[in-house]
């Protein structure tokens, strides 16, 4: 759990950052909430993502074993206490024979039984108290949320209530910030004037509109859970921010909302009694800057490349946090269930069921209590039982060092049933205790031992052999597996000199031999960890196969030397890709020789065939490298999506081109829309800047109605970018100004004159006052305001030139 919170906590922190720096001076509102949100969501879902081992950051603790399909697992020794049955049941559910059908091989990560490690009583005490501390603080945090949420409720059902459609306006008493929640708005009529009222009012049901609440809401949430966290604390507050933002910029987008008007709005509504956390509110501390934000010029779409930054940076982080899984196709096991009953109940007597077939005897193990079901089967040599009672009931026993089973019962023909009773031999329970292997609990685990025949000179060949204070479930699991000397002997003499037990036991189930040690080193691999060799048996990558791939990457004759093999976590990758030497020689067939191992892995992944190369070949383009090939590929540009421009008039477009036609959703009917305008034939940067400014037809038409005829692509991108529309233009011909030219409305909105600036002059007597004459007033201050402060000094002049003049010189 609390490696799970502080996971949580470190993706948070690195979200907020990469905001914080890369994102949050952009005017991209919405995109950004979405990024927020999305955020917020990703930094508790990564950490349960699995991650490939091959690519990590973490190296795996825990090897993987192979199960083969189809087989019947004989289900484990069920006679042992909690601990050891669990770990036997490890061991049987991976100690299976050696695949003899490749196209029924399926990977499935089986932990070993874990050796027990000594606890530091200090930390387990700062652990307990640390997570009880988290608790605390969540409990109390939840709390403040739910009153929050009780407060709010409460007043927007005992207040006065005005509906407006879905609105419902709460009237407030007192010095309180208007505010809204869900879809009602709380407010104190009383305080301002209407003006003031209805642009509060539009503000909160913009809040309301755009469902503003469940992000806050979602935000508290995060806070209840990660409220020891200071950047959480700031991602909320981010979050919040950023709503302000995009309900301001719709606010402005109403055409009846003057900027000033709304600003000095702001003003008067902001107050020091805040509404509650959870609501949507008029921030003190934040109105500074929401002004800016609003004053800000919009981003330009060319610093999208930013955002697409984040998937990178969380994969790298998944990659980073989360506990590494070897795996590959995993289909069903056709198997017994592997279940192990946790009651506390004695296995140590009970009923058996045998079949004899050629020299071995299958017995199942049962309860026969039908309260506590459970059952396990074991194989024995026939030799091991001297007399089996035929066609009547008797007697006869199975001895071991562990101890021995008195069987009662009788067979008929090759099948047999009865009764059993286990009997602990003492003196061997003394001698493992002498040997050092704890938790000996109960008869349970006797039994356990007896059913994997763990013999004295067992133990014995482990100590001789390093392993020394073994615990019941190491020896388990080494027995069943029957981990004997000279598979250790064998780790030893190939470098694997301090393996642990459960890395034995692993390796047997895993059926690696010294056979398939050497094999992989011959191969290039003399340094491989033990790790790395579970996971290239578990993938089945053997000699044959690494060789293959190094012999299908003929030399083009401009390589140096040999390249060096991948490393054994991109051989995995290569493997778990299906990248063979098959793949390698088809593409060397059509000229692609010696291909990087690293972009093999981008060919695969991108399913790109010899045959979409020759498509694209077909077409003209004989030269493209893997890079192209994968931008080409990733962006879904085929032969057709070429053909298609073609037919427009597009010939011999670059692969730059083809990108940045396809990256923008650029069509050949997008193409076609812009023909009544005779741009001619436009070209791909042309179109670009149309489409990514979003200059529409209906846009063009709109000034084309207006006069503006002619207009070049430079035009168009001037007058979008700087956001002068029919309306703006409209607006100066009510004033005189009328057929403008191009560059000047540029300069009008780029300064941001607007008709009421020039309503100022006239009413001071300037009738005919010039574009060029506004725009040398707006840029050096002379305002209607300026002029009339210097007329009462004394200063009066028809010429604006002069003002102009006088205004420069005293700013000098």
Request: proline share 4%; aromatic share 12%.
């Amino acid at each position: 759990m609390i490696p799970y919170i502080l996971q949580v906590a470190l993706l948070l922190t690195v979200s907020i950052l990469f905001y914080k720096i890369l994102l949050q001076r952009e005017t991209f509102y919405q995109l950004n909430r979405l990024v927020l949100v999305c955020c917020l969501a990703l930094s508790f879902g990564v950490p349960f993502i699995p991650i490939p081992q091959q690519w990590a950051l973490r190296s795996s603790e825990r090897p993987v074993g192979v199960y083969n399909q189809p087989v019947v697992l004989p289900q484990p020794v069920a006679v042992q206490s909690q601990g050891a049955a669990a770990a036997l049941q490890a061991v049987k559910s991976i100690a299976v024979p050696a695949p003899t059908d490749k196209s029924k091989v399926a990977v499935k990560t089986t932990p070993p039984p874990s050796v027990a490690e000594p606890q530091v009583p200090f930390i387990q005490k700062m652990a307990k108290w640390l997570f009880y501390l988290y608790w605390i603080g969540v409990v109390a945090f939840g709390l403040n949320l739910l009153l929050q949420l009780v407060v709010l409720l409460y007043q927007a059902y005992t207040k006065p209530v005005i509906k407006d459609g879905k609105f419902r306006i709460i009237e407030l008493t007192g010095d309180k910030a208007p505010c809204s929640f869900g879809n009602n708005i709380f407010i104190n009529p009383e305080k301002y004037d209407w003006d003031t009222y209805s642009q509060i009012l539009l503000h909160e049901k913009v809040h309301i509109q755009q469902g503003h609440s469940f992000d806050i809401l979602l935000a508290e949430l995060v806070l209840v859970l990660q409220w020891f966290n200071p950047f959480a604390w700031l991602y909320r507050s981010e979050l919040e921010n950023n709503l302000e933002f995009l309900t301001d910029d719709a606010v402005l987008g109403h055409k009846e909302i003057e900027r000033e008007s709304y600003q000095m709005s702001l003003l008067k509504v902001s107050a020091p009694h805040l509404s509650l956390g959870i609501t949507t509110n008029y921030n003190q501390s934040l109105l500074k800057k929401r002004i800016v934000m609003m004053n800000a010029k919009k981003s330009n779409i060319h610093i999208m490349w930013k955002y697409f930054f984040l998937v990178p940076l969380l994969g790298v982080l998944a990659c980073a946090v989360n506990n590494p899984v070897a795996y590959s196709q995993v289909t069903k096991v056709k198997a017994k269930s592997l279940r192990q009953n946790h009651y506390n109940i004695d296995r140590s007597a009970g009923v058996w069921f045998a079949t004899i077939k050629n020299e071995k005897v299958n017995i199942e193990f049962k309860s026969d209590d039908d309260d506590h079901n459970w059952s396990n089967s074991s194989g024995f040599l026939l030799s091991e039982f001297p007399a089996l009672p035929k066609d009547q009931k008797g007697d006869f026993t199975l001895k071991r060092e562990a101890g021995s089973v008195l069987f009662n019962g009788k067979f008929e023909g090759n099948e047999g049933y009865g009764h059993y009773k286990f009997t602990v031999d003492k003196t061997f329970t003394e001698y493992l205790k002498q040997e050092g292997v704890a938790e000996m609990d109960n008869d349970d685990d006797l039994f356990a031992f007896f059913m994997v025949n763990v013999t004295k000179e067992y133990v014995t060949m482990l100590k001789r052999n390093g392993y020394k204070n073994l615990s019941k479930n190491n020896l388990i699991s080494m027995a069943a597996l029957k981990v004997d000397e000279p598979y250790v002997k064998m780790w030893k003499a190939n470098g694997f000199a301090d393996l642990s037990p459960n890395q034995l036991v692993s390796g047997k189930a895993m059926h690696i031999d010294n056979a398939y040690v050497s094999e992989i080193r011959k191969a290039g691999y003399n340094n491989i960890s033990f790790n790395e060799l579970i996971s290239f048996k578990a993938q089945h990558i053997t000699g044959d196969y690494i060789n293959g791939l190094k012999k299908a990457k003929p030399k083009d004759g401009k390589s140096t030397g040999e390249e060096s093999l991948p490393s054994a976590n991109e051989i995995s990758s290569y493997k778990a890709m299906n990248i063979d030497s098959d793949f390698v020689r088809s593409f060397a067939a059509i000229g692609y020789k010696n291909i990087p191992y690293n972009q093999l892995t981008s060919l695969k992944a991108m399913n790109i065939t010899p045959a979409f190369v020759k498509g694209l070949r077909d077409l003209g383009y004989t030269n493209l490298t893997i890079n192209n090939l994968t931008s080409l590929k990733a962006l879904g540009i085929t032969g057709d999506y070429v053909k298609s421009f073609e037919a427009i008039g597009y010939k011999n477009l670059s692969v730059n081109n083809l990108t940045t036609l396809r990256s923008l959703g650029i069509t050949p009917e997008f193409v076609k829309s812009y023909e009544p305008f005779n741009f001619g034939q436009l070209s791909v940067n042309n179109l670009s800047t149309l489409k990514s400014l979003d200059i529409t037809p209906e846009y063009i038409k709109g000034f084309t109605a207006m006069g503006y005829k002619n207009l070049t692509v430079n035009n168009l991108s001037s007058l979008k970018a700087l956001g002068v529309t029919g309306d703006y233009i409209k607006s100066f011909e009510a004033v005189g100004y009328k057929n403008i030219p191009v560059n000047q409305l540029s300069s009008l909105k780029a300064l941001s004159i607007s008709p009421d600036f020039v309503k100022g002059f006239k009413e001071l007597g300037f009738e005919d006052v010039s574009i060029n004459e506004l725009s040398s007033c707006k840029a050096t201050g002379v305002t209607p305001a300026y002029i009339t402060e210097m007329r009462g000094k004394g200063f009066n002049s028809k010429d604006l030139r002069k003002y102009v003049q006088l205004k420069t010189a005293f700013s000098n």
